[in-house]
């Protein structure tokens, strides 16, 4: 999810990726828009204007912050992500979840405004 955050707002310039990625340089306003289907209980990129990437080639890992990064709309399976369902798709049971939870908490967005 959070390479298509990242590919939404990048693939209306000429620019890599990695003009932006860990740089400082600030992602470009314009971006297609975004639909997240999180397929997991996770860390709750689906909310948040962060995009973490890993790039290999050069041995980096960082998180880039955009308001272009908001998907326009989020469409959630409370199947996954109850206490009641499948526990391999419950967050709870996901390594490093705890870590990111206060993020989608502490940034508060309204897509409306």
Excluded: Q, W
């Excluded at 932006?20 to 600030?26: D, I, L, N, P, S």
């Excluded at 996770?42 to 080639?57: F, I, R």
């Excluded at 199947?79 to 996901?94: P, W």
């Amino acid at each position: 999810m959070d390479c298509a955050k990242a590919a939404a707002s990048v693939a209306l310039t000429p620019d890599s990726i990695r003009k932006y990625h860990g740089t400082g340089v600030a992602m470009p306003e314009k971006h297609l828009p975004l639909i997240a289907v999180p397929p997991t209980a996770g860390t709750g990129s689906e909310v948040t204007c962060v995009s973490v990437l890993s790039d290999h080639a050069n041995g980096k890992k960082a998180p880039i912050v955009s308001e272009g990064f908001y998907p326009a709309a989020a469409i959630i399976d409370p199947e996954h992500r109850s206490a009641g369902g499948d526990h391999r798709y419950t967050g709870d049971f996901i390594p490093g979840k705890r870590k990111h939870d206060p993020f989608s908490f502490l940034h508060n967005h309204d897509p409306g405004e």
